[in-house]
């Protein structure tokens, strides 16, 4: 089953003599339930994909659909709803909120959406991501992979449509590297979560079941593993 569908999407930054292509006519499908990596250096238009897949950003032209929905089709108001709904974003510097605690991080989306929050599902993820002894600590009582969980959590809270993880490794070190690694992997099993890492780290991308590699904002290579 298709989860989502990049058409021809492009994003220009500039005018004439300093018009800049981040993204060049890029088009791509991942199925529900695939772990996709999309790995280029600084500057190839990653960062820039992974934000228009996101709703953080709006194409020059082009399309994405997210389980069926042309994302950009949607007004300002209806984009962040889905995006709240539908799209969790996992970010290398964890953005969580300083006078929150674990659970409430976790709950954010929910809060924000005015939903009930799903005890059960909050317990089985606090369980599953190993915090249960840290539920009321605050952000900076946390070390930083303990602070990476809590934003995987936060992520995974509403079931989204796809988790897009933004270099979520690269303010770590290796051991807590690895094990955010494979919480992403887990989930990804467990849930059948789509999972797309964005990164520039090979040894991560080898991980996952598929990497499309971006240069010079445009797909270059598209391998299974």
């Known amino acids: 089953m298709e989860i989502l569908r990049v058409e021809h999407l492009c994003k220009e930054y500039g005018k004439d003599q300093s018009l800049v292509k981040a993204l060049d006519d890029v088009s791509f499908r991942v199925e529900k339930g695939e772990f996709v990596a999309i790995v280029g250096a600084s ?57 929150l605690d674990v659970c409430e991080n976790i709950t954010l989306p929910c809060e924000l959406d005015g939903q009930k929050v799903d005890e059960e599902r909050l317990s089985e993820l606090l369980d599953v991501l190993g915090l249960n002894e840290r539920r009321k600590h605050l952000p900076n009582e946390l070390s930083g992979g303990q602070q990476q969980r809590v934003s995987i959590g936060r992520a995974l809270i509403n079931q989204p449509a796809i988790i897009l993880a933004d270099e979520p490794t690269g303010n770590l070190d290796t051991k807590a590297s690895e094990e955010i690694i494979s919480l992403l992997r887990m989930s990804n099993r467990k849930y059948n979560q789509t999972v797309i890492i964005i990164t520039h780290d090979l040894g991560i991308a ?9 240069e010079d904002g445009r797909i270059v290579r598209d391998e299974v593993r």
Do not use: W
């Open 43 to 99: 500057g190839s238009g990653k960062s820039t994909l992974m934000h228009l897949i996101g709703g953080v950003d709006r194409p020059t032209s082009g399309k994405v659909m997210i389980d069926g929905q042309d994302i950009y089709s949607l007004t300002n108001d209806q984009l962040a709803i889905f995006r709240r709904r539908q799209v969790g974003i996992i970010y290398q510097f964890y953005n969580l909120i300083p006078i």
């Open 206 to 214: 080898n991980q996952a079941e598929r990497v499309i590699t971006i």
